[in-house]
Structure formats: structure tokens, C-alpha cells
């Protein structure tokens, strides 16, 4: 089984529309981390959280808020999804430290109508 | 001015051939860097870091840092239809800062 998973893998939506995506980890790592991808720019942090009561604020946080229910599992909602929302959405862990090795689950592609 | 600055390719090399892959960047504080490999529909995955300037060597790839011309770059030797893939630098001033990571260049390895 994958380390780092994601759900669900691909998403269309409406303009609006709150949506949840969902990231759970078998690492065991504490530190977890939400990234969006589009082309051109690369991997973007929207927010990170260090553990279940730590959660930062990355480069791109506006229109989202996440939830870190777990060790293992750290959520990101779009509240009003919009058009520009539409991206590749990573979640990736490290552990304590080691941020230079990180851990990447598959991905979770989202269409915003 | 961004940060991270690589070439988005795309870049098609022979199957055998010497890929050369390469980022600058403009924090002169970052002192590990990283290249992510990212197949497609996939999460990305290290392949390799370095701290500070020098070359790393790991079986057919060797990262190398000029710390003094802010510049690294990831060599593949004797290429394979399997290096097709989007290659991702990354830096870091601390192992507990936040990463930078670059765009991004998509390579084709033909067969």
C-alpha cells in the first residue's frame, strides 16, 4: 500500500461549490504539507502543519483552510471553489527536520467549473 | 524575479545520451538542494540531495552545486526510455525551512 494517499484523485466542480480533499500517511512522519502544481510555476505551499496542533499558512493560503484531524491525516478545503482553483493538489510529509526529503502521495487533479 | 529559475524543456534526447538538467536561483542562504523526479500522473519523488557545493554521485545521475554562481545541475548518464520524466530542483536554506522548488523540465528519453 502507498505511504502517502489522497483522495479522491480527480474532481470536477462547480463555481462556488466547498469541496474537501483528504490526505492520510503511513509514515508515521509529523509534518505534512499541501501543495498546488500548475504549469509553469511549479509546486506552490498553501499550508503545512508541523503537527496535530500546528498549522501554518503557506505562500498561496488564500481561498483555502485545512484541518489536521490526525497524525496521519491533514485535509484541505476549498470553501467557495472558483475557476483559478483548477490544479494538480499534492500532499506530501517529511519528517522532523529532514524537509529537504519528502514524501509525495499521488495527486489529486481538480477541475473547477 | 523568481527564485528558482529552470528551463521547462521540453527537452528529447536519444536513448544513450548525456542529459544535462539545470536550475539557478537567487537566495544565496540555500544550502540543500534537491532534484525531484515527477513521472506523469504522479506525485513527485526525490531522487537526490546535496548540502552545500560539490558533486553527488548516485549510479547513472550526479547532482552538482556552484554555490558561486548560483547554479546546480543533475547529469544523466547513458539515458533510458524510463528517465522520461519532469524533473524538479529544490532548495532549502535549513532542513527545517520550507522548500523552493523550481518549475520544472520535461524530458523525453527516445527509445
Known amino acids: 500500500d502507498a505511504d502517502v494517499t489522497q483522495t479522491p484523485r480527480n474532481r470536477i466542480t462547480k463555481t462556488g461549490k466547498r469541496i474537501m480533499l483528504e490526505c492520510s500517511q503511513t509514515?508515521?512522519?509529523?509534518?505534512m504539507y499541501w501543495y498546488r502544481q500548475d504549469p509553469g510555476l511549479g509546486l506552490r505551499l498553501i499550508y503545512y502543519?508541523?503537527?496535530?496542533?500546528?498549522?501554518n499558512k503557506g505562500e498561496i493560503s488564500d481561498g483555502y483552510s485545512v484541518s489536521r484531524q490526525a497524525q496521519a491525516k491533514f485535509s484541505l478545503s476549498l470553501e467557495s471553489a472558483i475557476p483559478n482553483q483548477t490544479a494538480l493538489y499534492f500532499c506530501?510529509?517529511?519528517?522532523?527536520?529532514?524537509?529537504?526529503?519528502?514524501?509525495f502521495g499521488p495527486g489529486t487533479r481538480l477541475l473547477v467549473l | 524575479q523568481k527564485e528558482v529559475e529552470q528551463d521547462p524543456g521540453p527537452l528529447s534526447v536519444p536513448e544513450g545520451a548525456i542529459v544535462s538538467l539545470n536550475c539557478t536561483y537567487s537566495?544565496?542562504?540555500?544550502?540543500?538542494f534537491m532534484w525531484y523526479r515527477q513521472y506523469s500522473r504522479k506525485g513527485p519523488e526525490l531522487l537526490m540531495y546535496?548540502?552545500?557545493?560539490g558533486n553527488k554521485e548516485d549510479g547513472r545521475f550526479t547532482a552538482q552545486v556552484d554555490k558561486s554562481s548560483k547554479y546546480i545541475s543533475l547529469f544523466i548518464r547513458d539515458s533510458q526510455p524510463s528517465d522520461s520524466a519532469t524533473y524538479l530542483c529544490?532548495?532549502?536554506?535549513?532542513?527545517?525551512?520550507?522548500?523552493?522548488f523550481g518549475p520544472g523540465t520535461s524530458l523525453s528519453v527516445i527509445p
Open positions: 529544490a532548495m532549502i536554506r535549513t532542513s527545517y525551512d520550507k522548500v523552493i
Open positions: 506530501a510529509t517529511s519528517e522532523t527536520g529532514r524537509q529537504e526529503t519528502q514524501y
Open positions: 502543519s508541523f503537527d496535530v496542533k500546528d498549522i
Open positions: 537566495n544565496s542562504a540555500f544550502q540543500y
Open positions: 546535496t548540502y552545500s557545493s
Open positions: 509514515k508515521g512522519h509529523d509534518r
